[in-house]
């Protein structure tokens, strides 16, 4: 009797780093011992490419676009240190449905038992992080993931994409959905973006995971087609994608997210504009006076 | 594989079986090359190759999966059925609600409007999500009509932007207390409609079975048929078999007995979903000789219930007296059908079968067309290819066409045959076709007209009806006219537009 994996997913706003991390946290997943599948759902399928060197894998939509009949397992191509990537696809840009793609693409691997036959311990779902319509949500549906987690940074545009994702989350909640985990707060390196994010986490009661800073050696392993972990596993930035892992590992408990509503939000990014500006106001004074 | 009831949605017979819409030829090559695709099971010697599908270059309407799906769970008593929909995938509701009524003057049950909403979804919903719509709609249906069993059948809009039906029925099932079944039925996902027998049955099959293998009993027969009137406990009554007949209009009493069943018997080998299912998650055994189409298969069938049953001592009694009844009429219709030819359209097993019953009352059978064929079942025995099974004890059928019940197809395919006659299921488009081209007609509807020793008894007395009738449909035929260009007009071969591409 096969086990039934630890399903997670992973949410943020498109360029934001999020294949960055999830394929960081298979790594680290999968060097700690674990059977790891990444589930890319992005119609641009590159959720895997530093798994496996920079290359692109065919997608389970581009075999479905070739024969009516799919093997699934036609789909499944293993990366670095054994980790099983998969990614949905998509149509090109401009045409068909990206979102019945996702719901597809997840159907058929379900229906043939590639969870349960490849014995994994944890799927991890990459995916678009607007959750636009409803073929994006279904990561977070009854019976896929458990926990939803967002990676953030403390721009405003990703904080939005974050908060419509609790909304997301709210609407499932009530039946059967998958739950908030937490933030990753990616490419944080001033106390002032410490500040954003930690302030948007405490107004919607969620647990920031870990702190990501931003780093040249993450651009150096990206543009080499590699993982951190893989590029440069005795880095400090290894440690914290390491430590990320292992609070992903560890945890257990997720929790219905508390969404600011749009006005909550408006009036909430108008604070911090208004902070901003008094906080330059106050620098130029002090520049003024040293001067 | 096996049926996977862990998910909610079916997976499509495209998928599972292999199924195919589109083919020209002998009947032997089809078998051959079924069998040598999927598994080789009956005749699969050395020179096999792949199963290869033609490909049309347009499809006339037919039908759908969601209306096999729908139609089948609106006539299960006592429940509603929510069709999650824009209003027009309603329209064969109409047709649903005569064939409940039909049904219940025929099975001898209060004859009521069967219960159905559809969410009506419009522009708005598609934009903003139709959830909250169903939700009110489960919450009207309860109230309105207090059904034990609500069904929510799915559609290609709903299906396309992604509505969470599944979460929004367990939602409303916590609140309201009674099972919410949702049948993922959008029209897109098959290309044949019987996919929708997959859906409802794999409904069924996770929903409304419960466990009651502890109380098993003995002298119960699962008899899983398209629907119709009982022809089954005549057959099975006298070695002491109890029928639990299932589709074609269940009570939910009648499914929740399904696990406490002796066996199962399949009428048609393409619903034979749920009979596969049952032996797999109750262990009650599937019947897998094939289906009791003419004398022999009969026997062979009555035997293997027998044994499945513990009943073998009963059996060859009943055998040899049900021969000896049927036997001098038997004679007498085989005199009159004597050198006549038939034409057989219907789906898969179910067309397989009517050619056996034809060529054993004496009619040649040179073409028949099947609605779709499966060249594997979800058992994967081969005991189930009925197409092998009906070429090896009847012979060779030398034209034999898939196609979904293309109106142009059958016109070329009835001027290669040229018959005396046609027998048909799906009557709307070959029935009216065929009585349009001059050739007498049998139209069936409840397709257990031929099962049994009976059942060639009711064919050779049905077609002997229609055949006096070539007069009358000469006239209709001299007053038809048909909308092709006079070349297609001449056509013989159904797959004349074929591009010659095999598609897989």
């Excluded at chain 1, 119609?43 to 009516?68: F, M």
């Excluded at chain 2, 025929?106 to 559809?118: L, T, V, Y």
């Amino acid at each position: 009797m096969s086990r039934k994996p630890k399903q997670i997913a992973i949410y943020g706003k498109g360029g934001i780093g999020k294949s960055t991390t999830t394929s960081n946290i298979s790594a680290a997943l999968v060097e700690a011992g674990y059977k790891v599948m990444q589930f890319g759902c992005d119609p641009k399928a590159d959720s895997t490419t530093t798994l496996r060197g920079g290359e692109y894998i065919p997608s389970v939509l581009d075999l479905l676009a070739e024969k009516r009949r799919v093997d699934a397992r036609e789909a499944v191509f293993k990366g670095f240190g054994g980790i099983y990537c998969v990614e949905a696809g998509g149509p090109a840009p401009g045409v068909g449905c990206a979102g019945r793609g996702i719901i597809t693409a997840v159907e058929l691997l379900k229906q043939q038992r590639i969870f349960e036959d490849l014995d994994l311990d944890y799927v991890i779902y990459d995916v678009l992080g607007d959750v636009v319509c409803g073929g994006f949500a279904v990561p977070v549906r009854e019976g896929i993931a458990e926990h939803v987690f967002t990676v953030s940074s403390a721009d405003f545009m990703a904080i939005y994409a974050a908060n419509n994702l609790f909304r997301g989350i709210e609407k499932f909640s009530s039946s059967g959905g998958a739950l908030l985990g937490g933030i990753i707060a990616n490419s944080i390196n001033t106390d002032f973006q410490r500040d954003i994010i930690e302030d948007f986490a405490k107004r919607t009661s969620t647990p920031i995971v870990q702190y990501v800073p931003r780093s040249l050696t993450v651009t150096q392993a990206e543009l080499s087609g590699k993982t951190t972990i893989e590029a440069a596993p005795q880095s400090e930035q290894a440690d914290v994608y390491r430590a990320l892992a292992r609070h992903i590992a560890e945890h257990e408990t997720s929790k219905v997210p508390t969404p600011l509503s749009q006005v909550e939000l408006r009036e909430w990014s108008a604070s911090w504009a208004e902070h901003i500006v008094r906080m330059e106001r106050a620098d130029r004074e002090r520049a003024r006076a040293v001067a | 594989m096996a049926i996977n009831l862990r998910t909610p949605q079916a997976e499509t017979r495209d998928q599972r079986l292999g199924t195919i819409t589109q083919w020209d030829g002998p009947a032997s090559q089809l078998a051959k090359d079924s069998a040598f695709t999927f598994g080789c099971g009956r005749d699969c010697g050395p020179g096999g190759k792949r199963l290869c599908e033609l490909n049309s270059p347009y499809s006339q309407a037919s039908m759908c999966a969601e209306q096999i799906a729908v139609t089948n769970a609106t006539i299960i008593k006592d429940t509603v059925v929510i069709q999650h929909s824009p209003i027009g995938c309603a329209s064969s509701q109409s047709f649903t609600s005569r064939y409940s009524r039909d049904l219940a003057a025929r099975r001898g049950w209060k004859p009521e409007d069967p219960k159905s909403i559809c969410t009506n979804l419009g522009e708005q919903d598609m934009v903003f999500g139709g959830v909250d719509r169903l939700a009110e709609t489960i919450r009207d249906a309860y109230e309105r009509h207090h059904p034990r069993v609500i069904f929510v059948a799915t559609s290609c809009a709903t299906g396309i932007i992604g509505d969470d039906v599944d979460g929004t029925a367990r939602q409303l099932e916590d609140e309201l207390g009674i099972p919410i079944v949702a049948l993922h039925c959008e029209g897109f996902k098959s290309r044949h409609w019987s996919s929708g027998w997959d859906v409802i049955e794999h409904g069924i099959l996770r929903r409304l079975v419960p466990n009651r293998t502890h109380e098993k009993n003995p002298d119960l027969l699962n008899v899983i048929h398209l629907g119709g009137p009982d022809v089954f406990t005549p057959l099975v009554g006298p070695l002491g078999l109890k029928v639990n007949l299932i589709m074609g209009g269940n009570s939910l009493e009648r499914l929740a007995d399904l696990s406490t069943a002796a066996a199962t018997v399949t009428m048609c080998f393409v619903l034979s979903y749920l009979a596969t299912g049952l032996e797999q998650e109750y262990g009650v055994p599937e019947i897998r000789a094939p289906l009791p189409y003419g004398q022999d298969a009969t026997d062979n069938w009555l035997r293997d219930i027998a044994r499945v049953t513990q009943r073998e001592h009963l059996v060859e009694a009943v055998i040899a007296s049900e021969r000896a009844r049927i036997a001098p009429e038997l004679e007498r219709l085989r005199g009159l059908l004597k050198g006549k030819k038939g034409f057989v359209a219907a789906g898969a097993a179910f067309a397989h079968g009517l050619i056996a019953d034809l060529r054993e009352l004496g009619v040649t059978v040179d073409d028949a067309y099947s609605f779709h064929h499966d060249p594997s079942t979800d058992s994967g025995d081969p005991e189930q290819d009925s197409l092998g099974h009906l070429i090896q004890t009847t012979g060779e059928i030398e034209n034999f066409t898939v196609s979904p019940d293309q109106h142009f197809q059958t016109h070329a395919a009835l001027k290669r045959s040229n018959p005396d006659f046609v027998i048909c299921r799906h009557s709307g488009t070959t029935a009216t076709l065929a009585g349009r081209l001059g050739i007498p007609v049998l139209p069936i509807f409840y397709s257990n007209d031929g099962l049994g020793y009976e059942g060639l008894l009711t064919i050779g007395r049905a077609i002997l009806r229609v055949l006096p009738r070539r007069r009358f449909y000469e006239d209709v035929a001299a007053h038809s006219a048909f909308p092709y260009q006079p070349w297609w007009l001449e056509q013989t071969n159904p797959y004349a537009l074929d591009t010659a591409e095999a598609a897989e």
